[in-house]
């Protein structure tokens, strides 16, 4: 079975500041691995997806993730915090990319 | 172009009622997914359909749940009889093909059962 750990349910940080928000996995195959954000009242939306390819995956927003086997990491980073990337993002695991397995999510705050 | 759409948005209803959440998925989409949210559960997926046939209900919770895709643009959750318990968030998702393509969420309905 697949399992997903995010360290820290609430992350704050300053505008402009870097953004890390950590994941670690749990999976006894390959796995492919998801971040999603989720806006107040809103849906998740996908940020970006490793799926066997590159290791270090570039998404939107000017998020990236870099998938490391070694760690069972595949950490959030984004060079710099803007207000508007106040949310909660959401790691995922899958092994077929069906089911999503999430974490608990982390809430990230930007301050001014 | 539209995306997901999910309704009602928002439901109150009494313990013991039937309830029926109701998804249209992006047009072309062939697979399907429910998933429900609660601060204690987080994201769980319920069931997916790929080409409108139910793939894995492991998820679902009990035979009170009960999800149907009579057509490819058109599924239903339903829950009967409902209890407070199942006060959640349920989202419907599509996705265009299998595997690691995206999955594509709805808004979302905020289920309350009194």
């Known amino acids: 079975a697949q399992s997903v750990t995010q360290l820290g349910s609430h992350v704050s940080v300053s505008e402009g500041a870097l953004v890390l928000l950590r994941c670690n996995y749990s999976s006894s195959v390959p796995p492919y691995l998801f971040w999603y954000v989720q806006y107040p009242n809103q849906g998740l939306q996908l940020l970006l997806k490793?799926?066997?390819?590159?290791?270090l995956v570039k998404g939107i927003n000017g998020f990236e993730a870099e998938f490391k086997k070694s760690e069972t990491s595949f950490h959030l980073t984004k060079p710099s915090a803007h207000m508007s990337d106040a949310a909660e993002y959401f790691c995922?695991?899958?092994?077929?990319?069906?089911?999503?397995?999430f974490g608990a999510g982390t809430i990230l705050r930007v301050k001014s | 172009d539209a995306g997901v759409i999910q309704s009602p948005r928002h439901e109150v209803t009494e313990m013991g009622q039937e309830v029926t959440l109701r998804c249209k998925p992006i047009s072309g989409h062939n697979s399907l997914f429910w998933y429900r949210q609660t601060m204690m559960r987080g994201l769980e997926l319920l069931i997916y359909f790929n080409n409108n046939v139910p793939i894995d209900d492991s998820g679902m919770p009990e035979d009170r749940f009960s999800a149907k895709m009579p057509n490819a643009s058109f599924s239903t959750l339903k829950i009967q009889p409902s209890e407070p318990r199942d006060s959640a968030v349920y989202f419907c998702a599509s996705r265009p093909g299998q595997g690691t393509d995206t999955q594509y969420f709805g808004p979302g309905t905020r289920l309350t059962v009194l």
């Open positions: 995922a695991v899958s092994v077929s990319g069906n089911k999503l397995v």
């Open positions: 490793y799926t066997s390819a590159a290791t």
